[in-house]
T-cell receptor, first 115, second 117 residues
Framework: SAVISQKPSRDICQRGTSLTIQCQVD?????MFWYRQQPGQSLTLIAT?????????ESGFVIDKFPISRPNLTFSTLTVSNMSPEDSSIYLC????????????FGSGTRLTVV | AQKVTQAQTEISVVEKEDVTLDCVYE???????LFWYKQPPSGELVFLIR??????QNEISGRYSWNFQKSTSSFNFTITASQVVDSAVYFC??????????????FGTGTRLTIIP
């Protein structure tokens, strides 16, 4: 299955600033997915990033708050803009499996704390 | 719209007991995929199994087994002879469409499993 390198693994940020999270995949993939996991909660999809087109955002998430770049088939970034304490979460990127027996692979996550 | 329900928020069992985690799903598609993931305290998501909607065979992998029943829209997960290392949050998830790899996952709310030594 694909291997994803996600960074940073964690960060503590000041209110009002922005953080960019990077995900690098070791193989070319069509779609990359960005999820948020709020403390003690399940995973919620933020957006789907397809190379060469604008990301598709889920209800409740907007591009101005969570801009995404997808410059090629192995890389994507998610920016959390103008952060508030409510943005404190784990952010994960994911790609689909490339073989029948594989599931979706997830990055190790970015644990964000906004103070 | 697709939906995954994990009614058990938390379960605690004594080590070596068997435990079953329930998952009920809703979808309008005839082709879909079901998943189980484990999230240990370290936070990473560990893929356990993927099952497509046309394969209702039960699956066994070591101490883990899965029971898929389309008639009840359920995909339950059983751990036999539980161990302390099984303590984690377990998520059931669903993706619709046969374009596997390019469809989002919808997650259940998770079940926190605690194995008591």
């Amino acid at each position: 299955s694909a291997v994803i390198s996600q960074k940073p693994s964690r960060d503590i940020c000041q209110r009002g600033t922005s953080l960019t999270i990077q995900c690098q995949v070791d193989s070319q993939v069509t779609m990359m997915f960005w999820y948020r996991q709020q403390p003690g909660q399940s995973l919620t999809l933020i957006a789907t990033a397809n190379q060469g087109s604008e990301a598709t955002y889920e209800s409740g998430f907007v591009i101005d708050k969570f801009p995404i770049s997808r410059p090629n088939l192995t890389f994507s970034t998610l920016t959390v803009s103008n952060m508030s304490p409510e943005d404190s979460s784990i952010y994960l990127c994911s790609v689909g499996g490339q073989a029948v027996s594989y599931g979706y692979t997830f990055g190790s996550g970015t644990r964000l704390t906004v103070v | 719209a697709q939906k995954v329900t994990q009614a058990q928020t938390e379960i605690s069992v004594v080590e070596k007991e068997d435990v079953t985690l329930d998952c009920v799903y809703e979808t309008r598609d005839t082709t879909y995929y079901l998943f189980w993931y484990k999230q240990p305290p370290s936070g990473e998501l560990v893929f356990l199994i993927r099952r497509n909607s046309f394969d209702e065979q039960n699956e066994i992998s070591g101490r883990y087994s899965w029971n898929f029943q389309k008639s009840t829209s359920s995909f339950n997960f059983t751990i036999t002879a539980s161990q302390v290392v099984d303590s984690a949050v377990y998520f059931c998830a669903l993706s619709e469409n046969e374009d596997f790899g390019n469809e989002k996952l919808t997650f259940g709310t998770g079940t926190r499993l605690t194995i008591i030594p």
